[in-house]
């Protein structure tokens, strides 16, 4: 059975600071891994998807890698600001017959002091 | 504007009663997908649809029903029978099943006393 973790589970950083956010998954059959925002009370904002074929996604100040073989990806934010403050999960699509379900770790609440 | 919508945004209903949270979308994707989230818990997936007219239970389908007559809108029932029914639901889409991005709506609060 798929397993997502997320270390750790809170994190406080000043701003400008470059931080490492860390997703482990335990079955390395994967479709593909998924990077979500969520802040307070809202919905999943999408923020990188990497196909399990791909080692590394980049958007704007975000970065996020994938390693298949040792369960692993990390998304890397740079200069990090005040907005950015939010949960962040990560989500693996798990092959399962037709299905492409995503198994969500607990998330990462990242505070960003101004 | 393209996306996926949620309502209400709150809801409260007395224990006993069946309630159903609404999902529409407009960005023509053929899967959809509902999921629960609790505190300190992951999302967990509910019922899921590749099509119209087609659903499967997903991890935690007890309590739960849905529908998916139109392809822009799978409703859930939250019926009498899910023992825990408080909880943040939260619906999504995708073009298709298989390895592609799936989007969120920005979710309903549903709180039973």
């Known amino acids: 059975k798929q397993e997502v973790t997320q270390i750790p589970a809170a994190l406080s950083v000043p701003e400008g600071e470059n931080l490492v956010l860390n997703c482990s998954f335990t079955?390395?059959?994967?479709?593909?891994l998924q990077w979500f925002r969520q802040d307070p009370g809202k919905g999943l904002t999408s923020l990188l998807l990497i196909q399990s074929s791909q080692r590394e996604q980049t958007s704007g100040r975000l970065n996020a890698s994938l390693d298949k073989s040792s369960g692993r990806s990390t998304l890397y934010i740079a200069a990090s600001q005040p907005g950015d403050s939010a949960t962040y999960l990560c989500a693996v699509g798990n092959y399962g017959g037709a299905t492409n379900k995503l198994i969500f770790g607990t998330g990462t609440l990242l505070a960003v002091q101004p | 504007d393209g996306g996926i919508t949620q309502s209400p945004k709150y809801l409260f209903r007395k224990e006993g009663q069946n309630v159903t949270l609404s999902c529409e979308q407009n960005?023509?994707?053929?899967?959809m997908y509902w999921y629960r989230q609790d505190p300190g818990q992951g999302l967990r997936l509910i019922y899921y649809?590749?099509?119209?007219?087609?659903?499967q239970k997903g991890d935690i389908a007890e309590g739960y029903s849905v529908s998916r007559e139109k392809k822009e809108s799978f409703p859930l029932t939250v019926t009498s029978a899910q023992k825990n029914p408080t909880a943040f639901y939260l619906c999504a889409s995708s073009i298709s099943q298989g390895s592609y991005e799936q989007y969120f709506g920005p979710g309903t609060r549903l709180t039973v006393t």
């Open positions: 079955d390395s059959a994967i479709y593909n």
């Open positions: 649809s590749q099509i119209v007219n087609d659903f």
């Open positions: 960005l023509n994707h053929d899967a």
